[in-house]
């Protein structure tokens, strides 16, 4: 742009056009002054970010408390946060509840409580209550601090469509010059006035400089990215922002995405009048059972204010791949699967409680039975939940045009079944290992060309690389998933998911419709050549306002909203 620029300005002063020369550079620098304001915009999102986190906190060290820079925290030190305060470092609550409000990390809107050992991040706010916090990372560890950083790298990558851009200028360059020197030399040799076509040779150069072309991608894919930050949505790079416009199918790990990823007793079903008590024993047993289920009915039995920890069990054993038995008051109780009671109680399950098992089977549930050797006293169906944005999502998802949704997931066909009808997907594939991901994940990109694979990050790795861009939820709470993902949804929250599709896509456009216009504007000016009527005052008008007009609708993006 610069050697353009100076060529024409050497070459006005050269025939005498010192005025136009002197106009040309003074529009020049406006332009550029302009060019900088719009850029400085666009990343006010990250200086935003930067002032999320207080610089000092008061810490208690000994008896003492002392307010001292964050650069000096050290792991370990109790922070005291007051109720109104911003959280300076992340670390643990160790004394006090409160709610936090985490809009600033993870887009969240509404506050979410905590209490002991709970993980509070910089740069959140203290609603209600005074907190004890043990700083767990250093200032420059920090989640907030991450994001910067990454949100930072982001800006500065190289978009595809930027690294266009940068390749064309290469060669675009060069030919505006030469076609400049055609048009101040070659008409005069045929008997043309000499100044009048240097002069519209010296337009040609100034019309000529790519300075709209060069910022039509970057400003849209810093604004993109910025305006992601602050939704609470991590996006790591142009590249990422520009593959997510184009995908065409998703895939959703199951556990932990699509559901809650913690099992909960949906149904309690005591026979014959049991009570209370039935439960307060189960609880007993499942206590000292290793199986991943048994958290879900201790939870249940704490809801009901039972004391099952007092229960006293003899006789405590483990009946592999089928349930446990102990004896309490002297009578021995079974807690399993179906199939443990079929063994059990002579002539099996009766037919009517069978039926019940299978309805609650079928709507995805595992069931666990509970009684004697004579009777069975209660069933429990336990299920993991599905988070009710996932429904929404899914839906928000087709209707902005996504082909196919699949679900994968290790579990069982009929339990995978149920909650992929559940959530609306277009695809269940169930029982699969994570190589069995990695292939699925391999035969869509086949099929659709562009896949994404949204997963939690940890377990789903392969998967998530595969795929053309992996999206990992819960970002703020895993170090994991913002390192391995090319998108971190910072709050465990699928709800973003859409507006990432959306951002990315309303992006796409927008860097086409500024190379579009960037090459238009250059070549009408250029026609004006052939009546001679290109001035150099047309030149860096048509030059200055194409640049100002792609910096706008780049901005655009700034008004992308998360609804």
């Known amino acids: 742009m610069k050697t353009l620029m100076t060529i024409a300005v050497i070459g006005a002063a050269f025939i005498g056009e010192w005025g136009e020369g002197a106009t040309v550079v003074i529009l020049f620098a406006i332009s550029e002054a302009l060019e900088t304001y719009s850029m400085d915009k666009a990343r006010q999102s990250i200086r935003s970010l930067m002032d999320i986190a207080p610089r000092e906190a008061l810490i208690r060290r000994g008896n003492q408390e002392l307010m001292i820079q964050v650069d000096e925290i050290r792991i370990g030190d109790i922070m005291i946060v007051k109720p109104g305060q911003k959280i300076a470092m992340d670390g643990t609550v160790m004394k006090g509840t409160s709610s936090i409000n985490q809009a600033a990390i993870t887009g969240e809107s509404v506050p979410v409580a905590k209490t002991i050992d709970d993980e509070v991040f910089a740069g959140t706010l203290n609603e209600e209550g005074l907190l004890e916090v043990k700083v767990t990372k250093h200032v420059d560890d920090t989640t907030i601090a991450k994001i910067i950083h990454l949100v930072e790298e982001a800006q500065a990558e190289r978009a595809p469509s930027q690294a266009f851009v940068d390749r064309f200028a290469k060669y675009y360059t060069p030919a505006i010059m030469l076609i400049a020197l055609g048009v101040a030399v070659i008409p005069p040799l045929f008997g043309a006035d000499w100044n009048t076509w240097i002069y519209q040779g010296l ?166 039975v509970a009684g004697t050797s004579t009777e069975v006293t209660v069933l429990i169906a336990v299920a993991d939940e599905v988070r009710e944005t996932s429904q929404k999502v899914i839906q928000k998802l087709h209707a902005l045009g996504i082909e196919k949704t699949i679900m994968l997931t290790g579990d069982n066909s009929r339990t995978a079944n149920a909650i992929g009808k559940q959530v609306g997907v277009s695809d269940i594939k169930a029982e699969l290992l994570p190589h069995d991901k990695l292939n699925c994940i391999k035969d869509l990109r086949k099929e659709y060309n562009r896949v994404s694979m949204v997963g939690d990050g940890v377990n789903d790795a392969p998967a998530l690389a595969a795929s053309n861009v992996g999206v990992a939820m819960g970002g703020a709470g895993t170090d994991t998933a913002l390192e391995t993902a090319d998108i971190a949804l910072m709050a465990d929250d699928l709800g973003k998911l859409p507006f990432t599709v959306k951002l990315s896509r309303k992006a796409l456009v927008i860097i086409k419709q500024n190379i579009t216009f960037s090459l238009g504007i250059k070549l009408i000016a250029l026609l004006l050549v052939i009546p001679g009527w290109l001035t150099l005052w047309i030149a860096i008008f048509a030059d200055m306002g194409a640049t100002l007009l792609v910096t706008l609708n780049s901005l655009r993006l700034l008004g992308v909203k998360d609804k």
């Open 203 to 368: 337009a040609v150069l100034v019309v000529g400089c790519p300075c709209a072309l060069v910022v039509s991608t970057p400003v849209s894919i810093v604004t993109a990215i910025g305006n992601a930050a602050r939704n609470g949505v991590l996006i790591k790079g142009g590249i990422h922002l520009e593959e997510m416009g184009s995908i065409k199918a998703i895939a959703f790990d199951k556990t932990g995405t699509l559901t809650k990823g913690v099992p909960v007793v949906t149904d309690y079903l005591p026979q014959d009048g049991a009570s209370n008590e039935q439960l307060k024993i189960i609880a007993a047993l499942e206590n000292g059972s290793q199986h991943p289920l048994a958290s879900a009915i201790m939870k249940k039995a704490e809801e009901e204010n039972l004391d099952y920890q007092s229960v006293d069990i003899k006789e405590f054993s483990s009946i592999t791949g089928k349930g446990i038995k102990g004896d309490v008051n002297g009578e021995t109780y079974f807690v399993g699967s179906p199939n443990l009671f079929e063994e059990i109680l002579t002539g099996g399950i009766e037919a009517e409680l069978k039926e019940k098992i299978e309805t609650l089977q079928s709507q995805g549930k595992t069931v666990m």
